[in-house]
């Protein structure tokens, strides 16, 4: 009787210890360990009940079912095992939260990245005809917080058309569209005339995915080339 006692009450504890080590290293809260090993060190973590987070609470997301969670995370980790333990230690990425419905003062977004906490959210029910795909999105939103110096908005915005303009953040405009185009015209994706930065994340990504459009597209080659060269200067052992 003894010894069930000992064993309960060390449950009891240990709980709350590991929730709130997570905390500690995150600042996200409801979290639990999904998975520790994976190949190249990434920690997994998912919300076990809802969270808020930002000054203003107003980062939104909600625990998911069992089922989808091992759903997504097969996904998930299959893309993000692209990346070696080495060039992830570079762009600061070390922690994965999965939850659904993410949002950001009620705009839903595929993922949050924060290269300072070293953490990227992950909303596994975003659109699966996308889904893939932004998750290397999100992940260049890592690289280019971690190296801005490298990643010019300046140098970037001149490969476009005199003549056109991004808009001042990627919430004010109506440019959301994710489809690739057939006829780039040096953007891939209706979302990619958003922002430079945004712009860049279509372009990383679609690198990744190994869809060449920039055959006829000179402001897309120029735009890839950008990519290529600086993603090899922080690390010349990657491969697109």
């Known amino acids: 009787m003894r010894l069930f006692r000992l064993i309960l009450l ?7 210890v590991k ?8 600042k996200i809260p409801n979290l639990e360990i999904y998975e ?11 919300a076990s009940k809802p969270f808020r987070l930002g000054v203003k609470k107003n980062i939104v ?3 998911s079912d069992k089922k989808t969670l091992e759903q997504k995370y097969q ?3 299959k893309n993000l095992n692209r990346y070696s333990n080495s060039f992830l230690k570079k762009i600061n990425l070390k922690y994965i939260v999965l939850c659904e419905n993410l949002s950001i003062s009620g705009i839903n977004t595929a993922g949050i990245p924060d290269n300072i906490m070293k953490t990227l959210i992950l ?6 005809r996308y889904f893939e795909r932004v998750i290397h999105h999100e992940v260049f939103h890592i690289i280019n917080d971690s190296y801005k110096s490298l ?5 970037w915005t001149k490969f476009n058309n005199k003549n056109f303009k991004y808009a001042e953040c990627s919430t004010c405009t109506k440019k959301l569209g994710l489809n690739t185009y057939e006829n780039t015209n040096g953007f891939l994706t209706e979302y990619s005339q958003s922002t430079a930065s945004e712009d860049m994340a279509e372009v990383f990504s679609h690198l990744i995915f190994k869809v060449n459009k920039s055959k006829n597209d000179s402001i897309l080659k120029k735009k890839e080339i950008f990519i290529k060269k600086n993603i090899s200067i922080i690390d010349s052992n990657f491969k697109f």
Do not use: G, H, M, R
Request: aromatic share 20%; charged share 20%.
């Open 123 to 128: 909303d596994v029910k975003f659109d699966e």
């Open 75 to 77: 996904i998930i980790s």
């Open 36 to 46: 520790l090993n994976s190949p190249n060190k990434l920690k997994y973590f998912y």
């Open 151 to 155: 990643f010019s908005e300046e140098e």
């Open 61 to 63: 997301c909600f625990n």
């Open 19 to 26: 929730a709130n080590t997570i905390y500690q290293l995150i």
């Open 10 to 16: 060390a449950f009891i504890f240990i709980l709350p």
